[in-house]
């Protein structure tokens, strides 16, 4: 297995700065550098930066790009007619499960930039290409292309230091092209998945090194991992796929409802959707706060000594000092305050559903 | 940070410093910097009863949890109270203040099986 696993062009800068590598999503990655905890704060107070290399990114070109995109993703996309403007959306099948969750970016004319997640790379690309009318071209770009996030409350000012006078960051959900420290061409997007203030940086995969070395050149930027990046979309209470939604669940379920466009005309899995939206979901993705454990994936949840359900996301919340989880509950119960228990191995310890997200202040909701 | 030589070790990284009846317990340094930052043990109290090579706790970074297995058999005199408040301590000094349980052996020839601190600075560098 180990002889399989891909790397991204930043796998040696990860190595000499000591970080731990594990499997994820067929490559090598760095879980950690000092620990998770360190970097999470990083994140939080000043400024971290991932290497998220291992994200596919599709582009999509033609005259029938918006009309093919339109029918096969959830969100509106006239709302990001305007070049450069960026949203979140889903994919999904007929049934209206979640085959992935993307970001759209307007990258030019007749032309848009997916980013979607490395473990859906093949299929997602087949997905697209089965679908896709002849007017319209595909490319895989996701091996030639890196992916470098910076993020924290610090992170805008460190990207205006390393761009040319005269270069603005561009506004939230938007993407410019940039010239970093007047030597590499990259497309910088005012998008992230931590719930702090920051960019993503693409690049060719080539010149990843440089940026990486280019950012970190800056003594408060961090380098954070895997693990960091989990605790803190976690804390947001941003959904991470193959944990919180999979093929089998839908956007209503997942409390995704809002990127799901029932007014724009038929799209895949259309019907399914305004089918679910009149009956309810069953069960609906439902945020716990854990008191005195911490809830791992697969844990059972009690409501009343009867397991109701078992937790999809879960780890311990270094801004809140606590356990935080997500589940699917029966909608009944997913209100807020319902108290429900977790089964901690040979123990139950109390929870509670709380509105997401679990963190509320942050540089971004300050913004 | 290299494993003290007044102590001996387990397989399952567990330390324990015999100190006339009583046996101190905690986990190594190479265990802590595998598991990483501690933010929760969960200990037994003082009076319980542990058999050696049974679990006795959990204890957990961010990541993952971890079983801590009793090297010896006998009953709990002291719990490290502090490290529910403070379970960091067991990565800053996981031979000293980051003790977890002292306790009354009931024979002690049960430690003879256990490592010194040269041959655990070998079975970690195997493993």
């Known amino acids: ?367 | 940070m290299s494993h003290p030589s007044d102590r001996v070790y387990s397989k399952e990284h567990e330390w324990v410093r015999l100190d006339g009846g009583v046996a101190t317990v905690g986990i190594s340094h190479f265990a802590q910097d595998q598991l990483g930052e501690v933010v929760y043990i969960d200990l037994p109290a003082s009076g319980d009863s542990v058999a050696a090579g049974e679990t006795f706790g959990e204890i957990e970074s961010v990541k993952s949890v971890s079983e801590l297995y009793a090297p010896l058999t006998g009953e709990i005199v002291e719990v490290n109270g502090a490290l529910s408040d403070s379970p960091e301590t067991v990565n800053s000094d996981p031979h000293g203040e980051g003790w977890m349980l002292k306790i009354r052996a009931n024979d002690t020839s049960e430690l003879d099986g256990l490592m010194s601190a040269e041959e655990y600075d070998a079975f970690v560098t195997e493993s």
């Not at chain 1, 930066?49 to 029938?64: C, K, L, P, Q």
């Not at chain 1, 009956?279 to 409501?303: D, F, K």
């Open chain 1, 1 to 367: 297995m180990a002889d399989t696993l891909a790397r991204t062009t930043l796998y040696e800068e990860h190595v000499a700065l000591g970080a731990r590598m594990v499997p994820f999503a067929g490559f090598e990655m760095p879980v950690q550098y000092r620990g998770i905890l360190e970097e999470h704060t990083a994140v939080r107070s000043n400024v971290g930066i991932f290497d998220v290399s291992h994200m596919a990114e599709f582009r999509v070109f033609g005259f029938g790009a918006f009309d093919f995109l339109q029918r096969t993703l959830t969100n509106d996309l006239s709302s990001i007619a305007e070049l450069g403007h960026a949203q979140y959306t889903l994919m999904l099948n007929e049934q209206g499960g979640i085959l992935d969750d993307l970001i759209i970016y307007h990258s030019g004319d007749l032309e848009y930039l997916i980013i979607a997640n490395a473990s859906n790379r093949f299929s997602d690309f087949q997905w697209l290409a089965s679908l896709a009318p002849d007017d319209v071209e595909l490319v895989d770009e996701s091996d030639r292309t890196a992916l470098i996030a910076v993020q924290g409350p610090g992170a805008l000012a460190v990207v205006a230091e390393l761009t040319a006078a005269g270069w603005d960051v561009p506004a939230r959900f938007e993407l410019a092209e940039a010239t970093l420290d007047g030597a590499v061409a990259c497309l910088i997007a005012h998008t992230g998945y931590t719930g702090e203030d920051g960019v993503e940086i693409l690049c060719s995969a080539r010149d990843a090194p440089i940026v990486w070395r280019l950012l970190l050149s800056f003594p408060h930027v961090t380098p954070a991992g895997l693990g960091a990046r989990d605790t803190l979309r976690l804390e947001m209470g941003y959904h991470l796929y193959g944990s919180d939604m999979d093929s089998t669940i839908d956007p209503i379920s997942a409390r995704l409802g809002w990127v799901v466009k029932a007014d724009k005309g038929p799209f895949v899995g259309s019907s399914a959707i305004a089918e679910l939206r009149r009956t309810g979901p069953a069960h609906t993705l439902s945020y716990l706060r854990v008191e005195g454990a911490i809830p791992r994936p697969g844990y059972a949840v009690l409501h009343e000594g009867v397991e109701v359900g078992k937790v999809a996301s879960g780890s311990f919340s270094p801004t809140l000092e606590c356990g935080i989880a997500t589940a699917y509950l029966p909608t009944a119960l997913a209100g807020i305050g319902t108290e429900v228990e977790i089964v901690v191995r040979k123990k139950t310890a109390p929870a509670f559903v709380v509105k997401a997200p679990f963190v509320t202040s942050t540089s971004l909701s300050a913004s």
